[in-house]
C-alpha cells in the first residue's frame, strides 16, 4: 500500500527539548517538503528537498532542520529555538516537474506541555 | 514572487446547491494552479490541477475549476454540493517554467454543506 507515513501522530515537547518528526515515503519520490499548519494561516513551506544529501529552507526554517540521508526519509527537528512550535505538521512528496501535484502525510500535532 | 488569495474564510451552501470557492492569484509568468481539500486532522488531498489548454478543469468528486487569465481567477466549482464536501478547501500556485519552485498555498476556505 504506497504512500506517506508520518509518526506519531500526537507529540508533546517540553521546554528547551527537541522533538524529531518522522515521514517515510514508499512513492519513489525525489522531492520531500515540510509544512507547518496553524489556523488561519494555511500552509507554510519549512524546508523542502529535491534530493537525497540536498535540501533547501523554506520560508519558516528558524527553529528547525532536516535531513535527508535516504531518498525514502526526510525528518524533520524542531529544536528549542522555536519558540512557538505548537502545530499540525504535514510532510509532503512529489515526483520531479513543476507541474506535479503533491502526496501528503496525515499529519503530527505538535503540542507544548 | 508568487502568492494566493482566498477572499472567504467560510462558504455555507445547502445540499443540492451550486457552491463556488474563491481563489485568485499573482505570479511573474504564466502559473500551474491547484486546488487541494483537507478533512478533519488529515493530510490534503489533491482535487485537480490547471496546466495549460482548457480553461475549465474537471477533478475528483465532481469539482471542476475554472482559470480565467484576465482576472487572474481560479474559482473551485460543483454544481450540486453535497455533505460530505464539507472539508477546508486550498488553492495552491507555483510558477510554470520556473526550473524547481515550490507551491504557494493560500489560507483555505471552510465550506459547509447544510442538509
Known amino acids: 500500500d504506497g504512500g506517506i507515513t508520518q509518526s506519531p501522530k500526537y507529540l508533546f515537547r517540553k521546554e528547551g527539548q527537541n522533538v524529531t518528526l518522522s515521514c517515510e515515503q514508499n512513492?519513489?519520490?525525489?522531492?520531500m517538503y515540510w509544512y507547518r499548519q496553524d489556523p488561519g494561516q494555511g500552509l507554510r513551506l519549512i524546508y523542502y528537498?529535491?534530493?537525497?544529501?540536498?535540501?533547501q529552507k523554506g520560508d519558516i526554517a528558524e527553529g528547525y532542520s532536516v535531513s535527508r540521508e535516504k531518498k525514502e526519509s526526510f525528518p524533520l527537528t524542531v529544536t528549542s529555538a522555536q519558540k512557538n512550535p505548537t502545530a499540525f505538521y504535514l510532510c509532503?512528496?512529489?515526483?520531479?516537474?513543476?507541474?506535479?501535484?503533491?502526496?501528503f502525510g496525515s499529519g503530527t500535532q505538535l503540542s507544548v506541555l | 514572487a508568487q502568492s494566493v488569495a482566498q477572499p472567504e474564510d467560510q462558504v455555507n451552501v445547502a445540499e443540492g446547491n451550486p457552491l463556488t470557492v474563491k481563489c485568485t492569484y499573482s505570479?511573474?509568468?504564466?502559473?500551474?494552479l491547484f486546488w487541494y481539500v483537507q478533512y478533519p486532522n488529515r493530510g490534503l488531498q489533491f482535487l485537480l490541477k490547471y496546466i495549460t489548454g482548457d480553461n475549465l478543469v474537471k477533478g475528483s468528486y465532481g469539482f471542476e475549476a475554472e482559470f480565467n487569465k484576465s482576472q487572474t481567477s481560479f474559482h473551485l466549482k460543483k454544481p450540486s454540493a453535497l455533505v460530505s464536501d464539507s472539508a477546508l478547501y486550498f488553492c495552491?500556485?507555483?510558477?510554470?517554467?520556473?526550473?524547481?519552485?515550490?507551491?504557494?498555498f493560500g489560507k483555505g476556505t471552510m465550506l459547509l454543506v447544510s442538509p
Open positions: 505570479v511573474s509568468g504564466n502559473p500551474y
Open positions: 512513492l519513489n519520490h525525489d522531492a
Open positions: 509532503a512528496s512529489s515526483t520531479a516537474g513543476a507541474n506535479e501535484k503533491l502526496f
Open positions: 495552491a500556485v507555483k510558477m510554470m517554467n520556473s526550473g524547481y519552485s515550490t507551491l504557494t
Open positions: 528537498s529535491q534530493i537525497v544529501n540536498d535540501f
